[in-house]
């Protein structure tokens, strides 16, 4: 009989075939479906390792501890990309998100168990790096040509906007999947996921416990950039646990 560090393992395996497939294969719907395949499998070994960590705490053994790090975004975007990896950092059941605004930068700060962590930091990087080459794409072949009469201000609020929305898009995928996944695999691994969230929540409360919320702000681009960034982002590749071989002190808000 397989344990259930055997599945877990035998998963990771999968999803590392899948990525590699759609990485390597030359048609464009094959490269999706097999992307699309992976990351469901992704969220479904998060939820694994979840629920081997909550075994493992009912057997005596060592929990995984609750860690914090920062994640800093500068540049003529960053408020928009706050929003967005704020939203993604949110879809992730067991992850708390703060914020600290700067002058010229803003900060992130993602709260998690360590594996959760170390998983939304690298999807961050990734996300930046995607959002950034689709929004000149874009930009190149479509925005600038039905905003010429914009100023340069207006001009850098469009491409602001497609990459909030962007990032928003990769947020509702994600939240999606964790709900499929949850729904296919019952009550019991909502509650493991549960658990694990307010295992982060007494953290945020011991280490800020005046902690006060605070908005994004709405967005204010246009209905035509903000359609493309959601286009854009529902081709993003998630692929937020490509380590299958395998901080900061925060003074923040909450990203809500």
């Not at 035998?10 to 497939?21: G, H």
């Not at 909550?54 to 860690?67: D, N, Y």
């Not at 080459?133 to 905003?147: I, Y």
Request: hydrophobic letters at 35%; one cysteine or more; glycine letters at 8%.
């Amino acid at each position: 009989m397989s344990t259930p560090e055997t599945k877990l393992n035998r998963l990771k395996e999968r999803i590392a075939l899948l990525l590699n497939k759609a990485e390597n294969t030359p048609y464009p719907h094959e490269a999706q479906a097999f992307q699309e395949h992976a990351e469901r499998l992704m969220v479904r070994y998060g939820i694994g390792k979840a629920e081997l960590d909550a075994l493992g705490a009912q057997q005596g053994k060592k929990q995984e501890p609750v860690i914090e790090v920062h994640f800093d975004i500068r540049g003529s975007y960053r408020l928009g990309q706050r929003d967005g990896l704020s939203a993604i950092g949110h879809a992730f059941p067991t992850i708390t998100m703060l914020q600290t605004n700067y002058s010229n930068y803003c900060r992130l700060y993602i709260i998690g168990h360590e594996s959760d962590v170390a998983t939304v930091r690298t999807l961050f990087s990734s996300l930046l790096v995607q959002a950034g080459s689709a929004m000149s794409q874009w930009w190149d072949t479509e925005g600038k040509l039905w905003t010429w009469q914009h100023s340069d201000s207006e001009k850098r609020i469009e491409r602001r906007e497609f990459q909030r929305s962007f990032l928003f898009q990769v947020a509702s995928r994600i939240k999606n999947l964790y709900a499929q996944e949850t729904t296919q695999s019952g009550t019991g691994t909502e509650l493991v996921l549960v658990g694990r969230k307010e295992q982060v929540d007494d953290f945020v409360s011991e280490q800020y416990p005046f902690l006060r919320r605070s908005r994004n702000r709405t967005a204010s681009g246009s209905a035509g950039a903000m359609l493309a960034g959601r286009v854009a982002g529902n081709r993003a590749h998630l692929g937020f646990e490509k380590r299958l071989n395998s901080g900061g002190t925060a003074a923040g808000e909450v990203a809500s």
